[in-house]
């Protein structure tokens, strides 16, 4: 199938949201918007006449690998190959592919490594190797990616959990200082906040960074990684399963509400402003009670989802603190 023209990826967009518009889940919007990506990506490497594209493989990363695309997100793409001599060989195929999506007037960040550069970057930037975590396949050489998978499964057992768990439990400690401790924030930050996604992908790097879960082979259509994290037997074990799916309610009703955010803000926009907030509301239809008004009501929603979102977080980090470090620390 050949790749779509820019007026009917642009058409994809408009139904899309339209679909969120319609009152569709977060979670199935943000599927749609990654689908849609994935679908290009995959026709336009396709369509390329040179043979080398055979030693490519084209992997998301971030958000996009976690497929929780919002509708101003970060579309973040690993060119990857399996070691240096296929470099002058598979270049220009990234050059072309990479100037194809961009034509399209994507915001795609892109970088080109053989496995052992994701392994070696990982080890010195936490924040690659988080992203290296959330990985998935998308097309191009199977095998490539296979091999690397394998190698950071490795690369993962030989790690020491225990200053991995410690690194996630500071880092969340100093974005928390940073964006607001408590869930009930008047102007909160939907992502970097306590109750904020970024908690929620902070416990899938640490079950999967400690080797606690293995990195799935590819998530199940319907699935993003944290769907998939959260039907774990490891966290139904500790955790049950009502808790989780409170907590699965509250991560799907946070994307509503960044996608709207997206839209509202036209752009990428993380804090909930008490202006935003008002828009956000009404867009979502959200009525004015006799008792509270419809932004008291959405709010109250919004505290209720990162009320779970946060205790997850909270009880993730105190139990790993408790199996890597010693004792549990507080609640509090």
């Known amino acids: 199938m050949p790749p779509p023209t820019k007026q009917q990826l642009a058409l994809q967009f408009q139904s899309i949201v339209k679909l969120h518009r319609r009152g569709a889940r977060g979670l199935r919007v943000?599927?749609?918007?990654?689908?849609?990506?994935?679908?290009?990506?995959?026709?336009v490497f396709l369509s390329l006449a040179n043979p080398n594209k055979k030693l490519l493989a084209a992997v998301a990363l971030g958000g996009y690998g976690r497929k929780e695309l919002c509708f101003s997100s970060d579309v973040d793409i690993m060119f990857l190959i399996k070691d240096e001599s296929e470099k002058p060989l598979a270049a220009p195929v990234v050059g072309d592919l990479l100037h194809h999506l961009l034509d399209y007037g994507l915001d795609i960040?892109?970088?080109?490594?053989?496995i052992r550069e994701c392994l070696e970057s990982g080890r010195e930037d936490s924040e690659i190797w988080n992203s290296l975590l959330e990985s998935r396949f998308i097309c191009g050489s199977r095998s490539a990616y296979t091999t690397f998978r394998a190698r950071?499964?490795?690369?993962?057992?030989?790690?020491?959990?225990?200053?991995?768990?410690?690194?996630?439990?500071?880092?969340?400690?100093?974005?928390?200082?940073?964006y607001g401790l408590s869930t009930k924030l008047l102007e909160p930050n939907i992502k970097h906040s306590a109750g904020g996604l970024r908690d929620l992908h902070t416990v899938m790097w640490?079950?999967?960074?400690?080797?606690?879960?293995?990195?799935?082979?590819?998530?199940?259509?319907?699935d993003t990684a944290l769907t998939e994290l959260l039907r774990s037997p490891l966290l139904r074990k500790h955790f049950g399963s009502s808790f989780l799916k409170?907590?699965?309610?509250?991560?799907?009703?946070?994307?509503?509400?960044?996608?709207?955010?997206h839209l509202e803000a036209g752009g990428l926009h993380d804090t909930m402003e008490f202006n935003l907030q008002r828009k956000v509301?009404?867009?979502l239809g959200y009525k004015d009670s006799a008792k509270r008004t419809s932004v008291e009501r959405f709010m109250k929603d919004y505290y209720i989802a990162a009320r779970f979102v946060s205790q997850l977080a909270r009880?993730?980090?105190?139990?790993?603190?408790?199996?890597?470090?010693g004792e549990p620390e507080s609640n509090t």
Do not use: C
């Open 315 to 325: 009880r993730m980090m105190n139990w790993a603190h408790d199996r890597y470090l």
């Open 246 to 261: 409170e907590a699965g309610l509250g991560f799907d009703f946070l994307l509503r509400v960044r996608n709207e955010m």
């Open 30 to 43: 943000a599927l749609a918007l990654t689908k849609r990506i994935d679908d290009l990506t995959s026709a």
């Open 206 to 222: 640490l079950v999967r960074g400690t080797g606690l879960a293995v990195l799935p082979t590819k998530l199940r259509q319907g």
């Open 152 to 178: 950071l499964q490795s690369h993962i057992r030989s790690f020491q959990a225990a200053s991995f768990a410690q690194h996630l439990i500071v880092t969340t400690d100093i974005r928390h200082r940073k």
């Open 281 to 283: 509301a009404k867009a």
């Open 109 to 114: 960040g892109h970088s080109f490594r053989t």
